[in-house]
């Protein structure tokens, strides 16, 4: 699985757009990107996938550079429930498991 | 609807001694994986379940981890002798089928005395 590379925290103000980057530079054609969070104490959390199209469901977006080389999860209207740990992760669909493609992902902090 | 359920929600243990966790994954969900997190890391894959079978043991970290699954439903991971370095929490996750996104349970908290 391709490796990803995320910001280690970023900010955002209650209400507005949070937009979370990830770079996937060595990406192969058959590998989605997968976007989960983990909020404290608890285990993480599906949020949204792609292959190469931009895709949008209840929670977020992901915009998937032409390239696929990086991408982009969009939380519209950030809450202060939004606060967690955004994992970005790249994989292709018929591997069994993540193995330790959790990295450290991004420490997302949601203010008021 | 009932997601994956983990328990024991925590253990606290003495070193040395046998300790099993328990996964039910949500119904019908054919894929089972466990993964470990330790305090402020990402998470380490464990060993992937197809139906009650295991395909990918390999992230298994010694010879005292082992899982099994029964049938496509609970599923235990045992740890044996266990050592200080075994505290962590312990993940499980489920997928419908192994190309589909996994939900995982809140985990169990295993501290090692």
């Known amino acids: 699985d391709a490796k990803t590379t995320q910001p280690t925290s970023m900010d955002c103000a209650e209400g507005r757009a949070a937009n979370l980057p990830c770079n996937h530079s060595?990406?192969?054609?058959?590998?989605?990107v997968y976007w989960y969070r983990q909020i404290h104490s608890q285990g993480p959390q599906y949020i949204i996938h792609g292959l190469k199209n931009n895709e949008t469901n209840e929670m977020a977006s992901l915009i998937i550079t032409e390239d696929r080389k990086s991408s982009t999860l969009i939380l519209p209207h950030a809450t202060l429930r939004d606060t967690a740990v955004y994992y970005c992760i790249v994989r292709a669909p018929n591997t069994g498991g993540f193995k330790t493609i959790f990295g450290a992902g991004t420490r997302l902090f949601v203010k008021a | 609807g009932a997601g994956v359920s983990q328990s024991p929600s925590n253990k606290v243990t003495e070193k040395g001694k046998d300790v099993e966790l328990r996964c039910d994954p949500i119904?019908?969900?054919?894929?089972l994986y466990w993964y470990r997190q330790r305090l402020g890391q990402g998470l380490e894959f464990l060993i992937y379940f197809q139906g009650n079978s295991a395909p990918d043991k390999s992230g298994l970290p010694s010879d005292r981890f082992s899982a099994e699954r029964t049938g496509e439903s609970v599923s235990t991971l045992t740890i044996q002798r266990t050592q200080q370095e075994d505290s962590a929490v312990y993940l499980c996750a489920s997928s419908l089928a192994r190309d589909q996104p996994q939900h995982f349970g809140d985990g169990t908290r295993l501290s090692i005395l």
């Open positions: 060595t990406i192969s054609g058959n590998e989605y």
């Open positions: 119904s019908g969900h054919t894929a």
